[in-house]
């Protein structure tokens, strides 16, 4: 398993190292025990989530305030995304910036994204399955989301009319967001 850091402090890609014979391929897709060693952050895991987008679905910008802030360690099973995750921790150096990593089933690639990020992503494929680890229980009072295209952000989504739900369409702007982190 190779643990990449990232342009913005405390978001690393990880990138599986895979077993390949004639009955298919095998990975690790997380140990507890190479995570904690090589990211050096005591997490644990409380809840798994997993979607299922058709080609075209675009789900976030999504973090929740503290004090049920959650980090994630996400992957894609089956499909395709471009992942996007922006600095919302105030005193970071890269607050308000962005990164874009394509996860799919081919590169089995993770992102480890801390607290204090929102995060998003724009399926490529038809029935792209997410999947998502949480460091914390899903609370309805402290989730929150940023506007998927605040033309602040500048984030380079490869689809300009994704499909997307009305609560991410009314989202608030970056300019008018303040950080609780």
């Known amino acids: 398993m190779k643990i990449k850091t990232t342009s913005i402090k405390g978001v690393y890609l990880i990138k599986p190292t895979k077993f390949k014979d ?5 990975f690790e897709s997380f140990n507890e025990q190479i995570f904690k060693k090589k990211i050096d952050c005591k997490i644990n895991f409380v809840q798994d989530n997993q979607s299922l987008s058709y080609k075209g679905v675009l789900r976030g910008l999504h973090f929740q305030n503290p004090p049920y802030a959650q980090a994630k360690l996400v992957s894609v099973v089956k499909g395709s995304v471009l992942d996007v995750v922006v600095d919302l921790r105030k005193e970071s150096k890269t607050f308000g910036k962005y990164i874009a ?11 480890y994204i801390p607290k204090g990020m ?5 399926t490529l ?3 792209t399955i997410f999947t998502y680890k949480c ?3 899903y609370n309805k009072e402290s989730e929150d989301s940023i506007l998927w295209n605040d033309k602040s952000l500048n984030i380079k989504w490869p689809n300009s009319n994704p499909i997307f739900s009305e609560k991410d369409g009314n989202a608030k702007k970056f300019t008018s967001f303040v950080s609780p982190f």
């Open 22 to 26: 004639k009955r298919g391929v095998f």
């Open 101 to 111: 990593e394509e996860l799919n089933e081919y590169n089995n690639h993770q992102l």
């Open 118 to 122: 929102a995060h998003g992503f724009l």
């Open 125 to 127: 494929e038809d029935n």
């Open 135 to 137: 460091s914390g229980f």
